[in-house]
Nanobody
Framework: QVQLVESGGGLVQAGDSLRLSCSASGRTFSRFAMGWFRQAPGKERQFVAAISRSGASTYYADSVKGRFTISRDNAKNTVYLQMNSMNPEETAVYYC???????????????????????WGKGTKVTVSS
């Protein structure tokens, strides 16, 4: 079992920045890849960013590339999502997720696919006002 708790959501204005955190417990955090997803009202949960278990490789949705940065601190069992230049269309609940089966895959691996992730947090709400 892996428990994930997101924090850092809130209300920001368009163009502002926000940093989300996700604290993990229950298994060896450094052994698995992590991802961030978001779900806007009435829409499907979509990929935002992912990071390999070492942190050396990162992957982003095209819509956030260059503005968002995913990182992790394995000593603190925490993954972060730095979001810059936010826009109202990014209002959503943001979820972090753990892919515990990734430990057997190359160290650069991290999935963009929602179904590859085994554990999810409850989400943190981000609202971007215009």
């Amino acid at each position: 079992q892996v428990q994930l708790v997101e924090s850092g959501g809130g209300l920001v204005q368009a163009g502002d920045s926000l940093r989300l955190s996700c604290s993990a417990s229950g298994r060896t955090f450094s052994r698995f890849a992590m991802g961030w997803f978001r779900q806007a009202p009435g829409k499907e949960r979509q990929f935002v960013a992912a990071i390999s278990r070492s942190g050396a490789s990162t992957y982003y949705a095209d819509s956030v590339k260059g503005r968002f940065t995913i990182s992790r601190d394995n000593a603190k069992n925490t993954v972060y999502l730095q979001m810059n230049s936010m826009n109202p269309e990014e209002t959503a609940v943001y979820y972090c997720a753990a892919d515990v089966h990734s430990y057997s895959l190359p160290t650069t691996y991290a999935s963009r696919l929602r179904d590859d992730y085994d554990y999810w947090g409850k989400g943190t709400k981000v609202t971007v006002s215009s």
